[in-house]
C-alpha cells in the first residue's frame, strides 16, 4: 500500500509535496478519467508555471481509474491498508535526531521477513503500549499424597488460595469429549448446537499431476447430524467447517515458548475478563471454563491467517531478553518504525511460528499470547450436490451423505517452501490420510470432518429455484455448488432445456472437475472453457460470446444468472461482460448497464457468490 501511494506522489512531480518522499519505484502511468468532469478546467499555463499541489487536481474519481493508476482494485487496495496512516509518512533521516545501527538477528526466519532496517533512533516515540491481560491459565490441583510438578507456567493472581477457591477447582474437570475430532463444546461457532464429527466416508483427487491447484472431493456421512427445527441442508448450501491448526505447527510454536510437555494436556482452568473468546460467536462476556493448552491453540487461536499487530510485537519486545531483538521490535511499535511495520504487514502472510524463530529470546507466557491473538474462525464450503439425493448402503443401512470440494491454498513458507491454509490444509492431510490407511488394507478408516450448517439460507440457496432457465457461470472450485444445482434440475426431463453451465479452467487434461460427473445431458447443458489450452479463452470472453443466451434468460420472468467464483479475475471480468452485453442487447448505456444489473440483483435475478 505504501509503495502504491508513494509512486503517485512521485509521479506528480508538478505539485508540490507534503513531505519527503522515498526513491520511487517503477510506477504505471498516471492517466486522467475519461469520465472525469473537471478535465476541460484544467489548462496549461501560458507564461511561468506555477506550481500546485496534488489535493487540486482529480486523477482519479472511480474503481476503474484506482485500478488503472495502481495496478489493483479498490478492494485489493483496502485489503492491503492497515489503516496505521503509514502511508503518508514518508521515511528518511531527520535532523537533530542520533540514530544507531542494530545488528540483525542471524537467522533464516528473520531473514524471511524481509524487513528493511537500516539504522534506529535512538529515542522512540508514540511506542504501543502493552496490551491489556484478558486471559489466564491456573492449574488445577487435585488432592493426592503424592507431589507433583510444580506447574511453572502459571502466573494467575497470589501463589496461595483460599480453601473455598482450592475446593471448587478440585470438582471441575474436563468433559467428555474427543478434541482429537472437534473442538471443545464451548467453541460453539452454531450457537446453540455443538460441531459434529462426521464420518469421511471417501475422498479422492479431482484434479491431476500438473495442475495449478489441487482439488480434493469429500463425501460427508451426516446421517447422526442433529436435528435442528426449520434448518435442513439444501442445494447450494455452505457447511461450516472448525478446521484445527496442524498438529505440528502447535507443537513448535509451544517448543519456542518453552511450555514443558507434560504441561501441554495437562486440564487447567481459563479465566478471562473480557470478549468472546475463546468462543467463536458467544457473548462478549467473562468465562471461567477447564480447558487444554494443546486446544487452546489448536481450536481457538489462529496462527497463521493474520498480518502481525502492534500489540503482538509489542507484546514479544516486552519478553524478549536480547536487547537487539528488543530495540528492533520496539521500532516496528514506533510512530518512527510506521513505514517499515506497514511494509511488514502487508507483505506476504507470516505465521506466529515465523516470527518466534524470528526472534528467537522473545518468550512471552502462553496466557499473554493467548490475549492478542485472533480468534481462530471456521471455514465454509459450498455443496456439490444434490443433499436430498444422495444416499450410500453401508453396514446394511442407508446412509445420508453430502459432498464438498476444497482447493488446497499455499502461500510460501520460509521452513518448507510453501504452507497450506488452515481449512484447505486440513482438508488435504484428511484426505491424504484416508487414501494411505485404505492402500495399507483399511477399508473404512475412522476420519472425521468437524463440520456443521453453516450457510443455508446464503445467496445461492435463497435464489434456487426448481423451475425457470438458468444460467451458471463459474471459475475453478466455483463450478462445486452448480454440479448440485444440475443434479435437481436434470432430475425432471422438461427442465433438461432450462439450465446452462459455462465452467472456466485452465487445462482440461489437468483441472477440469466433476468432468461426467453432471448427469445425463451433461454434454447438452455444460460449456468448458479454457484459458490454457486450444482456444485460450477465459470465462468471461464465453460470457459475450453467449450473449443472446444471457440476454434471454434474464429477461424471462423467472430467469436467473448465477456467478460463483475467485472475485479477482474471474468475478471482475464476468461483471463487466454482462455489463457489456446488457450495452450490446439492450442499447444501453454504461451505467444504465451497470443499473439494470444492480436492479436486476435486487430482485434475486442476478446472483453471485464470490470471494
Avoid at 174 to 181: A, G, P, V, Y
Avoid at 308 to 323: G, N, S, V
Avoid at 342 to 350: A, E, I, K, N, S
Amino acid at each position: 500500500m505504501s509503495a502504491t501511494v508513494e509512486q503517485l506522489i512521485d509521479s506528480t512531480s508538478d505539485y508540490v509535496s507534503e513531505g519527503e518522499t522515498r526513491t520511487p519505484s517503477i510506477a504505471p502511468s498516471l492517466t486522467y478519467s475519461e469520465d472525469s468532469d473537471d478535465q476541460d478546467e484544467l489548462q496549461p499555463p501560458e507564461e511561468t508555471p506555477r506550481r500546485r499541489r496534488a489535493s487540486t487536481r482529480l486523477i482519479a474519481q472511480s474503481p476503474a481509474d484506482v485500478q488503472r493508476i495502481t495496478g489493483e482494485s479498490t478492494q485489493q487496495l483496502l485489503n492491503r491498508c492497515c489503516g496505521g496512516g503509514c502511508c503518508m509518512k514518508l521515511s528518511g533521516k531527520h535532523e537533530g535526531i542520533e540514530y544507531e545501527r542494530v545488528p540483525l538477528p542471524d537467522n533464516d526466519a528473520f531473514r524471511s521477513l524481509g524487513l528493511k532496517i537500516d539504522e534506529i533512533p535512538t529515542v522512540l516515540t508514540k511506542i504501543q503500549d502493552l496490551p491489556e491481560q484478558i486471559t489466564f491459565l491456573q492449574s488445577i490441583r487435585r488432592i493426592s499424597d503424592t507431589p507433583s510438578p510444580t506447574d511453572s507456567a502459571i502466573s494467575f493472581g497470589s501463589q496461595s488460595s483460599s480453601p473455598t477457591i482450592e475446593t471448587s477447582l478440585q470438582k471441575l474437570s474436563l468433559e467428555d469429549l474427543d478434541t482429537s475430532i472437534q473442538p471443545p463444546s464451548f467453541v460453539q461457532p452454531h450457537h446453540p448446537y455443538h460441531v459434529f464429527p462426521a464420518r469421511l466416508v471417501d475422498t479422492r483427487e479431482l484434479t491431476k499431476p500438473g495442475a495449478e491447484k489441487r482439488t480434493y472431493h469429500f463425501d460427508l456421512d451426516i446421517t447422526d447430524y442433529p436435528h435442528e427445527e426449520g434448518i435442513d441442508f439444501k442445494v447450494g448450501g455452505a457447511i461450516g467447517v472448525s478446521a484445527p491448526n496442524d498438529a505440528a505447527s502447535v507443537d513448535l510454536i509451544l517448543d519456542l515458548l518453552l511450555v514443558p510437555r507434560y504441561l501441554r494436556d495437562k486440564p487447567v482452568l481459563l479465566r478471562t475478563t473480557r470478549g468472546r473468546w475463546p468462543t467463536v460467536w458467544g457473548e462478549d462476556e467473562a468465562r471461567e471454563l477447564v480447558t487444554t493448552r494443546r486446544d487452546l491453540l489448536t481450536w481457538c487461536s489462529d496462527i497463521q491467517s493474520y498480518p502481525p499487530t502492534k500489540p503482538l510485537l509489542r507484546l514479544l519486545a516486552e519478553y524478549t531478553l536480547d536487547p537487539n531483538e528488543k530495540k528492533i521490535l520496539m521500532f516496528l511499535c514506533s510512530s518512527e518504525g510506521q513505514g517499515v511495520f506497514c511494509d511488514f504487514r502487508t507483505g506476504p502472510h507470516l505465521s506466529l511460528a515465523q516470527i518466534l524463530s524470528a526472534f528467537p529470546s522473545a518468550k512471552p507466557p502462553l496466557e499473554m499470547l493467548l490475549s492478542v491473538l485472533q480468534q481462530l474462525m471456521p471455514r465454509f464450503y459450498s455443496l456439490s450436490n444434490d443433499p436430498h439425493e444422495s444416499m450410500a448402503i453401508r453396514d446394511g443401512k442407508q446412509h445420508r451423505l453430502i459432498e464438498i470440494a476444497v482447493t488446497v491454498q499455499e502461500t510460501d513458507d520460509w521452513r518448507t517452501g510453501c504452507r497450506t491454509g488452515v481449512g484447505s490444509g486440513f482438508f488435504e492431510r484428511q484426505s491424504r490420510m484416508f487414501m494411505e490407511l485404505q492402500r495399507a488394507g483399511d477399508k473404512a478408516p475412522q476420519l472425521y470432518i468437524p463440520m456443521f450448517k453453516g450457510l443455508m439460507a446464503n445467496p445461492l440457496a435463497k435464489e434456487f429455484v426448481s423451475d425457470g432457465p438458468m444460467l451458471l457461470i463459474g471459475a475453478g472450485v466455483g463450478i462445486a455448488p452448480f454440479r448440485g444445482f444440475v443434479q435437481h434440475r436434470l432430475k425432471n426431463a422438461n427442465c433438461a432445456n432450462k439450465v446452462w453451465v459455462l465452467q472456466g479452467i485452465r487445462d482440461s487434461l489437468v483441472d477440469e472437475l466433476y468432468g461426467g460427473e453432471w448427469g445425463v445431458h451433461e454434454d447438452r447443458v455444460k460449456k468448458v472453457v479454457q484459458s490454457r489450452r486450444g482456444e485460450s479463452r477465459y470465462v468471461q470472453d464465453e460470457v459475450l460470446h453467449q450473449a443472446d443466451l444471457v440476454w434471454s434468460i434474464i429477461n424471462s420472468v423467472d430467469g436467473r444468472v448465477f456467478v460463483c467464483g475467485s472475485s479477482k479475475g474471474m468475478g471482475e471480468g464476468v461483471e463487466e461482460a454482462l455489463i457489456k452485453v446488457a450495452q450490446q442487447k439492450g442499447n444501453l448505456e454504461h451505467h444504465e448497464s451497470q443499473k439494470f444489473w444492480d436492479l436486476k440483483k435486487d430482485v434475486g435475478q442476478y446472483i453471485t457468490e464470490t470471494w
